[in-house]
């Protein structure tokens, strides 16, 4: 037995009996051990910027940073503590008859929708911290919060992408409505909810967490006995991403009056700014009157109070400071927001606004530009069912790297570390589209070139198997990049562009064909298609809601595609009721949905990550263009791929099918080849 040959070697839906053992580069050997694996932190020790990694070097590790492995004490001793507590008979756990009938009903063998095991465990050592043993780790993690979460009390669940964290939101919120409504002056549970997201998207997606939606989660997963529904319902729950908590300007005021109304007063920008308690009513009104908040956080790992003068940003290079930059606004509005709702909703008394913030997220990690090395893992973590343990699972599919062409398959090492090659050939650009310009795409580096081709061709085939067993579906194919002139160039590559030839009146604007024939959006006749099969992605202007110009101008033949088709479906005035963010995000949120505006979409481009939340099944293929600086990265690009097609038990082994994602330049897979 091997772990490329049989990955999956547990159930999804009961405790891990068996893991790999993991060699000295974390990659898993062909040992099987019985019991389940310790939670172990990877902790990164950042190397000399010059350092130069060995090219056939794959493992755990990111560019630029060793790893040592160091174990999760204050997990594992709350994971042994929860397992003997959940080994009790029922009448000992010491809950509420409310939450002994929740458990049993999401642990039931006669489900016919039956929920994973890490999404039991996440909810169940809540359950024990909150409703068990309140006290008993209460101090622990006050410490851990008391730097990067002042004024905030947050308990963190490490899940896997794919694992279901919506699922588990859904259980969360019964559990605290259900009690709530039972014990209307219980301090401990409930019934007001606030749950943040990174973006638009995810938050749009998460609307099956309100009891009203016509396919609301309770209901479709069954996650609440049709008796408590009524309690559910009376729930208040707001959902809203982070950038809702920026203040707003109140006057409609031009610059020079600003300046003038203000004189010289230092916060003078602050005199044309909502309050925060205007900020509170219009994210949250239906909270306006509430306390005791319970706040769940959505990919958690952007939420956190920066270290103030302690990270060693020297060693950044400008591209790298400048997403340093964007890491830190961003978690300062959204950590801000929350101590925000958390004062106004408190009113200055003894009970809090927030009574608790849940974190959720796969990668529950500081980012760059917080203070903290990179990568290190959020001290308040809880419970943790890695990626690793996912894969054994068989919950999500197994990244791999793709068995090339024997013509190319020397150049596996170099594609391995794609980036690191390029930026070394100076192959790539440093600045984004507005500094840079346009760039030729006949002078796309070869390597580059060849690592796209081979990719491509291993797409070829997984195509060729799809069709022939008949799937309604085509697989897709992405390219995350460094910036906005290396996707645009990468997107032109693919997808086609046009190209002006001779000046003034001889001048003469020709087609040109993309170079992978099944991702052009350029017949093979020199047309531009009516239906795109490629769509470059700008994912964090896509979920601020706010596109640039430069943007909107690179985009603008998709954006009038999808507009002529909308039109085409549902009448003239559907295209014009949305905004050209609404637009790409609905043609991204359909991606591999037959009939759908993304429907035909094959490839995405993006210029740094693709969006968190996008919940695409079908993505088959990975290219990583971008620096690795931390596994977490690493892992962030590649969960874009790893949600399985198919749930479907094999009926001879009882467990799931393995399915695979074939990656490329993202230096963090577990399978060397596949």
């Known amino acids: 037995m091997s772990f490329k040959d049989t990955p999956i070697i547990c159930s999804p839906y009961e405790r891990p009996g068996h893991h790999y053992a993991l060699d000295d580069q974390g990659q898993p050997t062909g040992e099987k051990l019985a019991g389940r694996r310790e939670s172990t932190y990877l902790v990164p020790v950042p190397l000399p910027r010059r350092r130069v990694r060995a090219q056939a070097e794959l493992g755990l590790e990111a560019e630029g940073e060793k790893s040592k492995v160091s174990e999760n004490h204050l997990i594992n001793e709350i994971r042994q503590q929860v397992e003997r507590w959940r080994d009790l008979a029922p009448g000992q756990w010491g809950v509420t008859p409310e939450t002994q009938r929740l458990l049993l009903h999401w642990k039931s063998p006669e489900r016919e929708r039956k929920l994973f095991f890490c999404q039991r465990e996440a909810v169940e050592t809540l359950i024990y911290l909150t409703e068990v043993e309140p006290k008993r780790f209460r101090k622990e993690l006050e410490v851990a919060n008391a730097e990067a979460n002042p004024e905030l009390f947050r308990m963190a669940c490490k899940m896997a992408t794919g694992s279901g964290k919506t699922t588990v939101m859904g259980m969360l919120i019964a559990w605290h409505a259900i009690n709530k409504a039972r014990r209307p002056g219980s301090k401990t549970y409930s019934d007001a909810f606030l749950v943040v997201t990174p973006g638009i998207t995810i938050r749009d997606r998460l609307r099956v967490l309100l009891p009203q939606d016509t396919n609301n989660i309770y209901q479709a997963l069954d996650l609440v006995p049709p008796d408590l529904m009524d309690a559910v319902k009376k729930a208040k729950i707001v959902i809203t991403n982070f950038h809702a908590f920026q203040l707003r300007s109140v006057e409609d005021v031009s610059t020079l009056n600003k300046q003038i109304l203000a004189g ?101 990690f500081f980012l760059r530009g917080s203070g903290y090395d990179e990568g290190t893992l959020f001290k308040w973590v809880v419970s943790d069912f890695s990626l690793l343990d996912a894969i054994e699972s068989g919950i999500v599919k197994v990244p791999r790297l793709p068995v090339l062409d024997d013509s190319i398959s020397g150049d596996m090492p170099k594609f391995r570390q794609l980036y690191d090659h390029l930026r070394e050939a100076k192959a790539l650009p440093r600045k984004g589209v507005r500094k840079q310009g346009a760039m030729d795409p006949e002078l796309l580096h070869p390597l580059l070139e060849g690592a796209l081709r081979a990719l491509y061709g291993h797409y070829q085939g997984e195509m060729a198997r799809w069709k022939a067993a008949g799937l309604d579906r085509e ?53 531009w298609s009516r239906r795109p099969r490629t769509i470059l992605i700008d994912s964090e202007q896509l979920e601020s809601g706010e596109l640039s110009d430069d943007f909107r101008k690179a985009a603008a033949r998709e954006i009038e595609e999808f507009k002529r088709e909308l039109r085409q479906r549902e009448g003239e005035g559907a295209a014009e009721n949305l905004t050209d963010a609404e637009l790409l995000r609905e043609a991204m949120n359909t991606v591999g949905k037959p009939g759908k505006l993304g429907g035909d979409l094959r490839c995405v481009v993006s210029v740094s990550m693709l969006t968190e939340g996008w919940d695409a099944n079908t993505v088959t293929h990975v290219l990583g263009v971008r620096a690795f600086r931390a596994a977490l990265l690493s892992e962030q690009v590649v969960g874009r791929a790893l949600r399985r097609v198919s749930y479907e038990v094999d009926p001879e082994t009882g467990l799931l099918r393995a399915e695979y994602a074939d990656v490329l330049g993202v230096p963090y897979i577990f399978a060397t080849e596949g």
């Open 264 to 364: 010289r007063e230092r916060d003078s920008k602050k005199m044309f700014l909502e309050t925060e308690g205007e900020m509170v009513a219009r994210v949250a009104p239906e909270l306006m009157n509430r306390r005791n908040l319970i706040v769940m956080n959505d990919e958690a790992h952007h939420c956190y109070q920066e270290r103030i003068g302690v990270a060693d940003e020297e060693k950044l290079d400008a591209e790298e400071k400048e997403e340093a930059d964007r890491n830190r606004k961003a978690a300062r509005v959204w950590i801000n927001g929350l101590k925000t709702f958390n004062r106004v909703l408190g009113r200055g008394s003894r009970d809090t606004g927030i009574a608790a913030v849940y974190d959720l997220s796969a990668t529950p």
């Open 475 to 527: 697989p897709v194919f992405i390219v995350v990049a460094n910036n906005t002139s290396t996707s645009k160039l990468i997107f032109d590559w693919i997808a086609g562009y046009e190209r002006t030839e001779g000046e003034g009146e001889k001048a003469v604007t020709r087609v040109v064909q993309g170079k992978l024939p099944l991702f052009s959006n350029v017949t093979e006749g020199g047309s």
